[in-house]
C-alpha cells in the first residue's frame, strides 16, 4: 500500500483517479491544482511515495509543481497526466524529474497498471 496524492483541477477526473489507486488498495489524498499539491506536499514534508498531477491547470501548473516539489523533496516520485499533445513535449524537459506521462482519458487498468510502475521504480 502506497500514499498517493492525486492532483487535477477536474473533479471527476481526480475522483475517478483516486477511487481506482483507492481500490487497489493505496492511501490517497487530492489536491485541485498546483499549489494545492505544494501545500499538501509540504505539510506532508515529502511524504508521499507518489504525486500524480494533471499538467494543464489553473493557479500553478503540473509542471510548476513538479519542478517546486522535486527542490525541496528530490526524492519525491512525480507522474503526470494530460489529455494535450503539447503538454507532453512540455514534460519532455521535466526528464528525469518526473516518471512519465499517462494520457488521458485512460481506463481504470492503465492508470492502476502506471501508477504501479511508477512505484516500483
Sequence with gaps: MAKLLIVDDDLSVRTFTARALAAAGHMVDMAED?????????????????????????????????????????????LLMTGFADQQERAAELDGTVLGVVNKPFSLAEIRDRVGKALAA
Design 34 to 78: 498546483g499549489a494545492d499539491a505544494l501545500d499538501k506536499i509540504e505539510k506532508a514534508s515529502g511524504a508521499f511515495d507518489l504525486v500524480l498531477s494533471d499538467i494543464r491547470m489553473p493557479a500553478m501548473d503540473g509542471i510548476e509543481m513538479a519542478r517546486t516539489a522535486a527542490k525541496t523533496f528530490p526524492g519525491l516520485k512525480l
